[in-house]
Structures are given as structure tokens and as C-alpha cells.
Antibody, heavy 115, light 109 residues
Framework: QVQLQETGPGLVEPSETLVLTCTVS????????WTWIRQPPGKGLEWIGS???????NYNPSLKSRVTISLDTSKNQFSLKLSSVTAADTAVYYC?????????WGQGTLVTVSS | QSALTQPPSASGSPGQSVTISCTGT?????????VSWYQQHPGKAPKFMIY???KRPSGVPDRFSGSKSGNTASLTVSGLQAEDEADYYC?????????FGGGTKLTVL
């Protein structure tokens, strides 16, 4: 059974960079895309971006200038960096498997942007 | 890219059927068959319910079905049960991007 787990700080100061890591267990990262999705409190889901096991990436155009997703298959991990954060970036951040559809999800981690 | 359009709410009584629509454009929903649906209970991660418009992952009851016509996809829940009360989100692949709907809160009366 594939499991994903997000880790990272729960509080980030405005203008800083948010960094999250997703650890994948119970399966190989090969031949799949890996995705970050977020959900502001009380709101809907927003796709942030995805990385293919080859390393190629696709980002939400509205976030593209601030987002970097990277992959470390040796550690079975992929990561999200979101720069210059503001209060609008406060959300539950999910990692998930897949690009065209997401079959496995992490439990989500709440990141609050505040000083 | 704009979010897909879903009704904010839907409801039905136990045993009834309810259909949730998801309207996009010819650049997303109408452009391919990579429409998926997710169920989310409060405080939980979304659950994969439908992929490629109408396919059900293993373990999802056949009470859940999906379809598409033109730029609009639909999720139908038949034989409503109390545990079906949740938020439902559609999503579409859109040329190397993904877009989600705003979500529909399904209430079982």
C-alpha cells in the first residue's frame, strides 16, 4: 500500500520561502508523476504543480514564478519550495501521486504564513 | 486557467440519486478524457473516486458513476447513503496543467 507523508514547518514568516517534503513509502517512485495540491482554510483545492519521475515539471501558471518542485528518488522523496509567501499562501498542503488524476494522497499539513 | 464550475451544494434523501455537474471549456474538460472526481470529508484528505471520466478505482462502490458531454462532466451518486455526505471536487487535465472545480457540498437529508 502506497503511503505519502508531508513534513515541514507549520509556520512561515511573510516574504520567506515555504519548504515541504513528501516521503513516499510502500512503492516505487518510478513511472509516476508526483503532485502538490493545496487547500486554503474553508476553500477548494488548487493544483500547485507536478514532477515526473524523469525530473520534468509542470507548474500552475499563477504560481509558476514562485514554485520549484524537485525529486530525490534515492530517498523516495519529492519537495516543494514556494518563495515570497504571503498570508494568501496559508493552506493545507497535500502531496499526491499522479498528474492526470491522484490516486494516493498524504494526510496534508497546515502551513500558516504569519509573523 | 480558470477553475471548473460546480454547483456549491446538492442534496438528496437516502436511497435517491443525485448528480453533480462540472463545467469547463474546450481547453480542459472538453479537450480530453482525464476528468477525475474526489470525495472529501471534513478534516480529511480527498479520496480518489472516479478517473478518466467514468472509471472507478478498486474499492469505490458502483453507486458512484461518472460521465461527460462536451465541456461538462458529471458525477452521479445512486442509492444515497449517510456516509456519502461530503464535499466533492472535479478536476481536469488541461494541457500539462491541472484545474479543479470549486467543490460541491453534498447533503444527505
Amino acid at each position: 500500500q502506497v503511503q505519502l507523508q508531508e513534513t515541514g514547518p507549520g509556520l512561515v514568516e511573510p516574504s520567506e520561502t515555504l519548504v515541504l517534503t513528501c516521503t513516499v513509502s510502500g512503492g516505487s517512485m518510478n513511472s509516476y508523476s508526483w503532485t502538490w495540491i493545496r487547500q486554503p482554510p474553508g476553500k477548494g483545492l488548487e493544483w500547485i504543480g507536478s514532477i515526473y519521475y524523469s525530473g520534468s515539471t509542470n507548474y500552475n501558471p499563477s504560481l509558476k514564478s514562485r514554485v520549484t518542485i524537485s525529486l530525490d528518488t534515492s530517498k523516495n522523496q519529492f519537495s516543494l519550495k514556494l518563495s515570497s509567501v504571503t498570508a494568501a499562501d496559508t493552506a493545507v498542503y497535500y502531496c499526491a501521486r499522479g498528474l492526470r488524476g491522484n490516486d494516493y494522497w498524504g494526510q496534508g499539513t497546515l502551513v500558516t504564513v504569519s509573523s | 486557467q480558470s477553475a471548473l464550475t460546480q454547483p456549491p451544494s446538492a442534496s438528496g434523501s437516502p436511497g435517491q440519486s443525485v448528480t453533480i455537474s462540472c463545467t469547463g471549456t474546450s481547453s480542459d474538460v472538453g479537450a480530453n478524457n482525464f476528468v477525475s472526481w474526489y470525495q472529501q470529508h471534513p478534516g480529511k484528505a480527498p479520496k480518489f473516486m472516479i478517473y478518466e471520466v467514468s472509471k472507478r478505482p478498486s474499492g469505490v462502490p458502483d453507486r458512484f458513476s461518472g460521465s461527460k458531454s462536451g465541456n461538462t462532466a458529471s458525477l452521479t451518486v445512486s442509492g444515497l447513503q449517510a456516509e456519502d455526505e461530503a464535499d466533492y471536487y472535479c478536476s481536469s487535465y488541461a494541457g500539462n496543467n491541472r484545474v479543479f472545480g470549486g467543490g460541491t457540498k453534498l447533503t444527505v437529508l
